[in-house]
């Protein structure tokens, strides 16, 4: 077989990963043409002033493509009856016409190279592949129904490369039993109702049913590709397992198992233990992860409806068990005393690339979760989880797409967070989105831990974001660049947390940003950033669904946002805020507008009361019901240094 063009394949796979690595260590990443300012020391102290600027790309990606070939050989479903290899099954006997197989004891035995068309029913026996040779070993499963007490129905212990083919118009199943017999105490393979310790290809357009009673439905010690076919799986342990890699071009999955659903597990070579999936439809319920691999994970397209380790409300059980959902730097409550199983939907040891797709993910651990990058260039994801919705321990970059996490414990965290396009939704029973945050002790058995520094960084240069947050609404560990894009955030009721929270600084040069939540730890952008912001505390709490209206002295809106939860404090910037301009800030009344995410466009407002009138003169305009307030740094934010923490006090000019 193609062994030497299979290497070069994964050397692909590498190079790939090691620049992808290396786009997470650079912190501010925007689109090709767009600037990013660079937060902290390197801005210029004043609003409006220049700024120093660094251009970055979007990060490397990598495709199906790149990393897996279908060929011919993988596609050919084609047999002639007159040149192949006959096998029926009888119950416990089988008959042959034909060269290259024998039976023995029940069983079949294949030992040559060539196309074998079996059907029938083979009650207590296997059909074993082992072929010295090298050549094509071509299955034809041509409505068999294969099962063995003690040992894998289909067991391939050696070959070039087996091809699978599921005959058009059949029905097929394979299973096992319970308990296996192995030859001595030192062996333990075969571990699946279908075993390879081939490259192993499965194709054709006909059905394959799999009940695994022992341990794993489909295996290949080698590499494992489907490229079509309708296949159910149901097993004790995990669902599909390919060693080497797994690479998927289409077919209709149905896999129920106790363990994984679907994964790779080859942990000694970075370039190998991936999955590679172009697409398909998938419907797995696992009782531990959806999709794991090894190394990394390339999504071209699918279909997609995961559920893991009972789901999300499960997930919030174990969180209730070990502590979890308690303030940060709160004590737990309780203490566990044994590792927890891995229930996440995707998940990678290395990257995960996310180009196209639609996902339905129910995960009682993270929906997405990689131990380096998260990239997002497109598709549909709907997430509900008991953790986190996307988790990267290096970076989480979202270039387009659609994302909707209805329910998650934090949103989307990550060493660092850049955010080119799509549409992002987040609802969070704590930080929405978080840079660098803290130790999540509910994630396997194992915290997320990240070491925050001035370099962690949540970059937003486009896209829509919108967050709804009983916690922080933008946390960072660090500091926070937008450059374009509209992020709204409905953050929290509890002065405990703010709708936005940085340690470092918010460098704020473009897009629009409307952030509405609790008052005590108020933070707004950095006296630094080039637009201004407004930031407005109210003297109560206001009700939800109350509209905030601020427009220039002509008349013009500026923004009319209706906030979905109680709030007291606003913060508004947007680039039709002028310095020396006058503005009105209004609350209550209606809008005749269309809502998206809360703001209203192309309507007239009326009706509200006016609550303060001011002028812009500085990067960050500070107002209470009578006017505008002057006061120190004296929130969370670093004090006298980032210009971004709420005055606690001062008198209007």
């Known amino acids: 077989m193609k062994k030497g063009k299979m290497r070069r394949m994964l050397g692909i796979l590498l190079i790939c990963t090691v620049v992808l690595s290396a786009c997470s260590t650079t912190a501010s990443q925007t689109t090709p043409t767009a600037e990013v300012t660079e937060a902290a020391a390197n801005t210029a102290s004043t609003a409006g002033s220049e700024s120093q600027t660094v251009t970055a790309a979007l990060p490397a990606t990598v495709k199906v493509s790149d990393v897996a070939t279908f060929d011919e050989e993988d596609h050919a479903t084609d047999w002639n009856a007159d040149s192949a290899t006959v096998i029926k099954l009888n119950g416990t006997s089988a008959s042959i016409t034909g060269s290259g197989a024998a039976t023995a004891n029940g069983s079949v035995n294949i030992t040559e190279a060539g196309t074998y068309v079996l059907n029938g029913t083979l009650s207590d026996g296997q059909v074993v592949v082992n072929v010295q040779d090298e050549g094509v070993v071509h299955l034809v499963l041509n409505g068999v129904e294969i099962h063995d007490n003690d040992s894998a129905a289909i067991d391939i212990k050696e070959a070039d490369k087996v091809v699978m083919t599921l005959q058009e118009g059949t029905v097929n199943s394979i299973s096992d039993g319970k308990d296996y017999v192995f030859a001595d105490a030192a062996t333990n393979e075969p571990s699946a109702a279908l075993f390879s310790k081939a490259d192993l290809t499965i194709n054709g357009t006909g059905k394959l ?4 009673s022992y341990n794993d439905g489909i295996t290949s010690k080698d590499d494992l590709k489907i490229v ?26 149905t896999i129920k198992a106790e363990g994984d659903g679907i994964k790779s597990t080859n942990d000694a070579d970075a370039a190998l233990g991936f999955i590679a999936i172009a697409g398909g439809t998938f419907q797995i319920e696992a009782g531990n992860d959806g999709i794991q691999a090894e190394t990394a994970l390339v999504m071209d397209g699918g279909t997609y409806t995961l559920t893991t380790g009972g789901g999300s409300s499960n997930g919030e059980v174990k969180q209730e068990e070990m502590g979890g959902g308690s303030p940060r730097g709160a004590a737990s409550t309780t203490t566990a005393t044994e590792e927890t199983a891995s229930t996440k939907g995707l998940k990678a040891g290395g990257d995960i690339t996310v180009n196209s797709g639609s996902f339905a993910i129910d995960s009682a651990d993270d929906a997405v979760h990689s131990n380096s990058n998260v990239t997002v260039i497109g598709g549909d994801m709907e997430i509900a989880t008991g953790d986190d919705g996307i988790h990267a321990d290096a970076l989480v970059t979202i270039a387009g797409g659609s994302i909707n ?19 992002t939704h987040v609802a969070a029973s704590d930080d929405g989105i978080n840079v660098a945050g803290g130790s999540d002790e509910t994630s396997g058995g194992s915290a997320d831990q990240f070491q925050a520094s001035s370099s962690n960084l949540l970059t937003i240069s486009g896209g829509t974001v919108s967050v709804d947050a009983a916690g922080d609404g933008l946390d960072s560990n660090g500091s926070i660049v937008m450059t374009g894009g509209t992020v709204i955030v409905n953050g929290p009721t509890n002065n405990g947390n703010g709708a936005l929270d940085y340690d470092g600084s918010f460098d704020l040069s473009g897009g629009t940003l409307v952030a509405a939540g609790s008052s005590g730890m108020a933070q707004a952008a950095s006296d630094s950033s080039s637009q201004f912001t407004v930031s407005m505390t109210f003297p109560q709490t206001q009700q939800a669904g109350t509209l905030v209206h601020l427009q220039d002295s002509d008349g013009n809106a500026i923004i009319t946002f209706a906030p979905t939860k109680n709030y007291q404090s606003v913060v508004i910037s947007s680039p039709e805020l002028k310095s020396g301009g006058s503005y009105t800030l209004y609350s209550g009344g209606a809008s005749t507008g269309s809502a998206a995410d809360g703001i209203y466009t192309d309507g007239n407002y009326t009706g509200g009361t006016q609550i303060t009138s001011f002028e812009i003169s500085s990067s960050v305009t500070w107002l209470n019901e009578s006017g505008v307030t002057t006061g120190g740094n004296t929130g969370r934010g670093p004090g006298g240094g980032g210009g971004g923490a709420r005055p606690q006090g001062g008198s209007p000019k």
Do not use: C, H, R
Not at 209 to 212: I, L, P, R
Not at 233 to 238: K, L
């Open 228 to 253: 079509s076919g309708t296949i159910a799986i149901q097993a004790a342990d995990d669902g599909i397992v390919g060693k080497d890699m797994i690479a998927i071009e289409n077919g209709d999955l």
């Open 209 to 212: 049913s799999v009940v695994a």
């Open 405 to 423: 996490i209805t329910k998650s414990y934090e949103g989307i965290e990550g060493a660092n967070i850049t955010i080119f396009g799509g549409e």
